[in-house]
């Protein structure tokens, strides 16, 4: 299961300072994480790109580029998929029936994943899709 953050950043994030809503992070952070990666299209966006000497991105036999490994060989992420997971959290935190920052405007059609502000934190990293 996707996990972008710890219960303790979350806490930290959304000025949690009691077990009252722990029920909430754990089925939460799994979700926004999980959708922070749906709305990136592609898993090796999530993360830090390992670059050789020369700064170029470093890819498999596919052509996919790789990520960067830290001292436990485990890939690093993005502080941009850190970020959006963050912001997103603290609107569904906030927003829990929808409203706000949530609010999907009748004109724009399906296809909200995330609120304005995470999406905004992860619009660099995605690849442009065209229908």
């Given amino acids: 299961m996707l996990e972008f953050v710890t219960p303790a950043d979350a806490r930290e994030q959304l000025r949690i300072d009691s077990d009252a809503d722990d029920r909430w ?9 999980a959708s922070v990666a749906a709305w990136l299209k592609q898993e090796w966006r999530l993360y830090v790109l390992l ?39 603290a609107s569904q935190y906030r927003y829990r029936e929808g409203e706000g920052d949530n609010v999907v405007p009748a004109d724009a059609g399906h296809g909200y994943v995330l609120s304005r502000a995470a999406t905004a934190q992860l619009a660099p990293l995605r690849r442009t899709t065209v229908a």
């Fill in 51 to 89: 670059r050789d000497s020369s700064g170029e991105v470093v890819r498999d036999s596919s052509g996919i580029p790789l990520p960067a490994l830290d001292s436990d060989d485990l890939p690093i992420l993005h502080p941009s998929v850190i970020a959006a997971t963050l912001l997103e959290l």
């Fill in 25 to 33: 992070l754990v089925i939460w952070i799994p979700a926004v994480s």
